[in-house]
């Protein structure tokens, strides 16, 4: 029998990694980073953390069904699944929200149909209320279309692919499917329309990093691709590419991009789901007590970041203070939400077991929570 319930906590990390990179992205926007002769250039890319989140989700919630198909044992509950992804988006996101709104004024969030949309988290789908509310949450948008179509998805590969091959050959169709989508966006949509913007933003055009996430999960559960840290030099080399990825129309820049983001996400994740358990330089890093404790954080971190740089650049403090005091100040708001809130929502939808879910092997010398 396959363990589904497996524990990978060098992901952790990932996580923090991600989280804080978007959170260097809003400080570089809010002070006039962007704006640099050659440093911005890359500064204006930072929100490559967003990917990396999709394709966290893809290969964390996609693993077990792919080990259950691979077991040949019957699938994971869609009504737990379902009830452990709301306890963990939801109790937080509804607090900081209203929390968020009532401090900012944003009364829309409160009046009708804005209620709807920011407490449904379907923002991502609406261009006038695209960065209402919280401003990063319309990736949650994104995340939730994903949670509510991935029992689909699994359904599907369980009674049309056929074996490991046929599996990625599907996961290669989602591919398709999302460039196709994008592609098309990019052919007949105004580009000047507020809609342009939601349509690439939407789930079929991010259906792709997703699907590279569930991909590293079946090669996961075959015992499939071994791989090392050097995964993170592709890494920087694409995140290079994407400083210097300046096509004037519309088509080759966004479709590049998106491809180059893809390529980065893909290769920060690799060392942590696929590397040989023995480790190396970069699972030393991602094992790294402190990076792991932003990971857990680092949904409510991701939540409240924004607009607590808001409030300190509102001021006029310096820039190296917002700097260092808006990291500090999205770090503790992060720890305040999961250990006020996050934590025990989660165990609403994690009963004790008898047994303590199995955990990856990480290197003994690296320090990690284990």
Known sequence: MIARDVRFP?????????????????????????????????????????????????????????????????????????VRRALRILPAYWLALSVIALLAGRSDVFSWPGALVHYGLFQGYDAGRFTGGIGPAWTLSIEVTFYVLLPLLALAMRRVAGGLRG???????????????????????????????????????????????????????????????????VALAAFSLLGLWTPAADAPRVL??????????????????????????????????????????????YLWHLDAIRQLVDADLPAPVVIVAGTAASIALGAASWYALERYALRLGHPRRREPRPAEPVPATSGSRG
């Open 256 to 301: 590049g991009e998106h491809a180059l983001q893809t390529v980065v996400a893909v290769s920060l994740l690799i060392p942590a789901v696929l590397a040989e358990r023995e480790g190396g330089a970069v699972r030393r890093l991602l094992a790294w007590r402190p990076l792991a404790w932003v990971g857990l954080i680092s949904y409510g971190l």
């Open 167 to 233: 599996e990625l050959a599907m996961l290669v169709v989602l591919v398709a499917i999302s460039l196709a989508f994008k592609a098309a966006v990019l052919a007949l949509a105004d580009g000047d329309a507020p809609a342009y913007l939601v349509l690439l933003a939407a789930l079929p055009a991010q259906l792709d990093m997703f699907a590279a996430g569930m991909a590293l999960a079946v090669l996961r559960v075959a015992g499939i691709g071994r791989a090392g840290g050097w995964w993170w030099l």
């Open 10 to 82: 060098l992901v952790d990390a990932l996580r923090a990694i991600a989280a804080l990179s978007i959170v260097a992205y809003h400080l570089a926007f809010l002070l006039g980073g962007f704006d640099l002769d050659v440093a911005g250039r890359w500064l204006a890319r930072l929100n490559v953390g967003v990917p990396l989140f999709f394709a966290i989700s893809g290969f964390l919630l996609y693993r077990p069904w792919a080990a259950a198909r691979l077991a040949g044992e019957p699938p994971p509950s869609a009504r737990r699944y379902a």
